[in-house]
């Protein structure tokens, strides 16, 4: 789940050349983009963070948000390979979005363990919205529904019985 130096609290979070090399030209990007000095200055500040491999905790959410584009892009599959993207996926999980995914996940997995050894009657799955779906799972003692987002898992009905 989320490694060593997990950017909690006051820690920077640490990176490595690898992380710097497929994040500087996405930055690059953001940086040309923004119209003013005002919008540019924080994704000049986290370029800055990239050349020092060490990410202050207040820039973190936002190394998140352009690690999470590039990652859900495509982009750091196709032009890096998916090494690169496995890497970048483990920097993720140390920003404070990856952490809260890997809650939502952990929490998932301790909700769903009493339905070990149940019969399952039926599983089906559904679209609730762009980007989020439902998984329902029927077993033979219960009934639960649970909701994937962009947001992360978590479940959204439960009927015993």
Known sequence: MVGRNAAKGDEPLKLERLHRDI????????????????????YEALRAALEKLEV????TARLGAIAELAINSGRVREA????????????FQKTPR?????ESVAALNAALKPLAG??????????????AYAL???TDQC???I????????IESLEVG
């Open 118 to 131: 149940q019969a399952i009657e039926g599983v089906n799955a559904i679209s609730r919205a762009p980007g």
């Open 56 to 59: 202050p905790p207040e820039l």
């Open 147 to 154: 909701r994937f987002e962009p947001a992360g898992v978590r």
């Open 23 to 42: 994040l500087a030209p996405q930055l690059d990007v953001f940086i040309v983009a923004a119209r003013d000095a005002t919008a540019r200055a924080p």
């Open 98 to 102: 990856g952490r809260e995914i890997a």
């Open 80 to 91: 890096y390979g998916p090494g690169a993207e496995l890497a970048l996926w483990g920097l």
């Open 136 to 138: 329902t799972i029927k």
């Open 143 to 145: 009934q639960v529904v």
